[in-house]
């Protein structure tokens, strides 16, 4: 096969690359928005509101699991046809997810979505870093978010819109005409990358990082609700991935090329990018996530109103990133913007906390928009940096490796959270008294999935009761929103606390300098 480099590209090509990444962007993008202010309809739709993040953690882990080894997939055989194969895979995915008849079928189509997704997310990224010089791929990477601001603006209220005109089903169908446009463009305009000297796919490793990570996964899903925190079960698990993860890191040491190499740590620069992505986007997937459950089900408004609310939040997220993209452009420094973003983040956070059945929709988008400029501002930073600590050579496992942390983030905190507001739920309907009523009207307000709305839920219980009981129903009804409220609260404390602890960290965190030319590092 006969590669051509990257470097003997014209601008028209460049351009055309560009335009292909930005297209397989605002595919993978709209994926996570659009399914948002669908999932409350979801899970009346299937039953699950005991499963209502778990479509998120199966999407996020495939694509933390997969992320590390498509990049270096990537960076053997060539970006071309890494990229394809996910366009595919992603397309493949959208529409079984599309046909799912219960949870547990949406759950695994998401997770095979999400290995679809991962590859488009680390070579999209990658594909920067090999064009641009360090210096300048802020400011593409800002440009490249443009298609995911895109989908972040009209995601929210698109998936609203379709849900409450046409079926939650479409949220994943109206992937297959974008996946179609991604697939012709990269398949005509991007050459094929010159790959480096083939050499064994480290497999070893990646079971291991699947064995590791999802007992870990399902520890934080199931504590405090199916068992205690300090159950055998529960503990085992952990103890189990923490061994798992010393020898995933065992292996990773002394394998020949390691999908995550342990090299990467030795880098200060590295570590600090890893967790401050990890935070951040465990804090972004915390507003993402519960935002339209508290929109739809505890104010009472419809999944398109949900989506219209999200979608300042996303249109602020994608200015703080271009203006960050651009300032780092400019003065080739990161530190201030990122302590800057992560100090407005704490403040969104916290506005956050003011949540209540009476918040006015207006105050729920204020609130988001603060919280959008600040993670905006900080998530384009850390990839940049990350990827000037090390040589050309090492873009695809680098930018691989920090987007890893970023899933990772994401999906701990989906399954962490969940976990949180989904026990404090439990036990909150398991205290409401609800003596006097009937025990089929009792079985229905004391099942979590009752807060989902559909079928027999509380919406359509009061036409069951006799009159004199509909004032004692509807204080019943509003009692329940108020124990959604506070589980909902309770997770955006951990939002705070996370916020709070990136803000602390970035400030011991080393600036290196930007060069302006490409291979800087090597």
């Not at 010089?133 to 400011?139: F, G, Q």
Request: hydrophobic share 55%.
């Amino acid at each position: 096969m006969i590669y051509v480099t990257f470097t003997n590209l014209t601008k028209k090509n460049t351009i055309l690359i560009m335009i292909g990444v930005m297209v397989s962007i605002l595919l993978a993008s709209l994926d996570s928005t659009i399914v948002t202010t669908a999932m409350p309809k979801i899970i009346s739709s299937l039953q699950g509101f005991d499963y209502y993040t778990w479509p998120m953690i199966a999407y996020l882990l495939c694509i933390t699991i997969s992320m590390p080894l498509f990049g270096k997939l990537a960076d053997m055989y060539g970006f071309k046809p890494v990229y394809i194969f996910g366009i595919v895979v992603f397309f493949v995915g959208s529409a079984l997810c599309g046909i799912s008849q219960n949870m547990m079928q949406l759950i695994f189509f998401r997770g095979f979505q999400g290995i679809g997704g991962a590859i488009l997310i680390s070579n999209s990224l990658a594909i920067i870093g090999v064009l641009f010089a360090p210096a300048e791929r802020a400011k593409y990477v800002g440009i490249a978010s443009s298609a995911g601001a895109l989908a972040s603006i009209v995601g929210p209220s698109l998936g609203g819109f379709i849900t409450d005109n046409f079926s939650w089903r479409w949220v994943f169908y109206v992937n297959v005409p974008i996946a179609i446009i991604a697939l012709i463009i990269i398949i005509l305009v991007l050459p094929s990358h010159k790959a480096e000297e083939r050499k064994k796919v480290d497999y070893f490793g990646a079971v291991a990082l699947i064995i590791a990570l999802v007992p870990m996964l399902l520890a934080f899903t199931w504590a405090g609700k199916d068992y205690a925190w300090n159950s055998v079960q529960i503990v085992g698990m952990l103890i189990f991935s923490v061994v798992m993860l010393i020898v995933f890191a065992v292996i990773e040491m002394k394998v020949e090329d390691p999908i995550i190499p342990m090299t990467l740590f030795k880098n200060s620069v590295f570590n600090f990018s890893a967790i401050e992505m990890f935070l951040i986007s465990a804090v972004m997937m915390g507003a993402a996530i519960f935002i339209p459950l508290f929109v739809q089900e505890v104010t009472g408004s419809s999944a398109s109103k949900s989506g219209a609310i999200l979608t300042p939040m996303m249109l602020s997220l994608i200015v703080g990133a271009m203006v960050s993209g651009v300032l780092v452009s400019k003065t080739n420094k990161y530190k201030l913007q990122a302590i800057i973003g992560f100090v407005i983040a704490v403040i969104g956070s916290v506005l956050l906390l003011n949540l209540k059945v009476d918040t006015s929709n207006s105050q729920i988008i204020i609130d988001m928009i603060v919280l959008g400029f600040g993670i905006g501002i900080v998530m384009p930073i850390f990839s940049v940096t990350a990827q000037s600590a090390f040589p050309e050579s090492q873009i695809g496992v680098v930018t691989s490796a920090t987007q890893f942390f970023k899933s990772l983030g994401q999906t701990i905190a989906s399954s962490v959270l969940g976990t949180i507001m989904s026990t404090a739920v439990t036990n909150g309907l398991k205290d409401l008294d609800t003596t006097g009523l009937p025990a089929s009207i009792t079985s229905v307000l004391k099942n979590p999935n009752a807060l989902s709305g559909g079928g027999d839920s509380i919406k359509n219980l009061a036409a069951k009761l006799p009159k004199e009981m509909l004032p004692r129903f509807m204080k019943l009804i509003d009692d329940i929103k108020g124990i959604l409220s506070n589980s909902i609260h309770d997770v955006f404390i951990i939002c705070v606390v996370m916020s709070i602890l990136a803000l602390v960290i970035v400030l011991f965190m080393k600036e290196i300098p930007l060069s302006n030319t490409k291979n800087s590092a090597e």
